[in-house]
T-cell receptor, first 113, second 115 residues
Framework: GDSVTQMEGPVTLSEEAFLTINCTYT??????LFWYVQYPGEGLQLLLK?????DKGSNKGFEATYRKETTSFHLEKGSVQVSDSAVYFC????????????FGGGTRVLVKP | DTGVSQNPRHKITKRGQNVTFRCDPI?????LYWYRQTLGQGPEFLTY????????KSRLLSDRFSAERPKGSFSTLEIQRTEQGDSAMYLC?????????????FGEGSWLTVV
């Protein structure tokens, strides 16, 4: 079945540091890939997405590129802020599986001033 | 623009009681999903609807769980004879009929604590 593996946290960074969160996937079909973010006490919000190989999703300074050859979708941000402290979830949506989302376990990021 | 709405947001119940959660999706979204999220974990798929039809149920959805979407709009998730292991956040989400890549929008979740 489909699965998503992402690096375990917590990841603790200083403000303005570079952030990378690794995400790899296994899927039977040709999935779309997503990053969702969950701020403390809130629901999931879509951060960015990519629907085909080599697509780059970007939003709020975050970027991720769909790499089919390495089955990866790593999230990056060049200069994090305290407000980026949250839990980040990598997910895939597989048309062969009804397009429901399959999530990774989440990575908690803590940015210190 | 109203997003996905869930209520109640928090529910504390005694073991053995029944609970029901309601989800109102984004209007015109014909797909509706239920997920469960336990502390420190990613959301796990429970079930989804295409309009009023329930198309898939996860093995996580035991016989004590039932979900309905009677008119293809709002949905309810009922848990009968709750157990402590049911304590989790129950997330509802909706989307347009996919095409792969359609964004799935989540509500803020309903927290269940079984004591």
């Amino acid at each position: 079945g489909d699965s998503v593996t992402q690096m375990e946290g917590p990841v603790t960074l200083s403000e303005e540091a570079f952030l990378t969160i690794n995400c790899t996937y296994t899927a039977t079909g040709y999935p779309s890939l997503f990053w969702y973010v969950q701020y403390p006490g809130e629901g999931l919000q879509l951060l960015l997405k990519a629907t085909k190989a080599d697509d780059k999703g970007s939003n709020k300074g975050f970027e991720a590129t769909y790499r089919k050859e390495t089955t990866s979708f790593h999230l990056e941000k060049g200069s994090v802020q305290v407000s980026d402290s949250a839990v980040y979830f990598c997910a895939l949506s597989d048309g062969a599986a009804g397009n429901k989302l399959t999530f990774g376990g989440g990575t908690r990021v803590l940015v210190k001033p | 623009d109203t997003g996905v709405s869930q209520n109640p947001r928090h529910k504390i119940t005694k073991r053995g009681q029944n609970v029901t959660f309601r989800c109102d999706p984004i209007s015109e979204h014909n797909r509706l999903y239920w997920y469960r999220q336990t502390l420190g974990q990613g959301p796990e798929f429970l079930t989804y609807f295409q309009n009023e039809a329930q198309l898939e149920k996860s093995r996580l959805l035991s016989d004590r769980f039932s979900a309905e979407r009677p008119k293809g709009s709002f949905s309810t998730l009922e848990i009968q004879r709750t157990e402590q292991g049911d304590s989790a956040m129950y997330l509802c989400a909706s989307s347009l009929d996919p095409a792969s890549g359609n964004t799935i929008y989540f509500g803020e979740g309903s927290w269940l604590t079984v004591v």
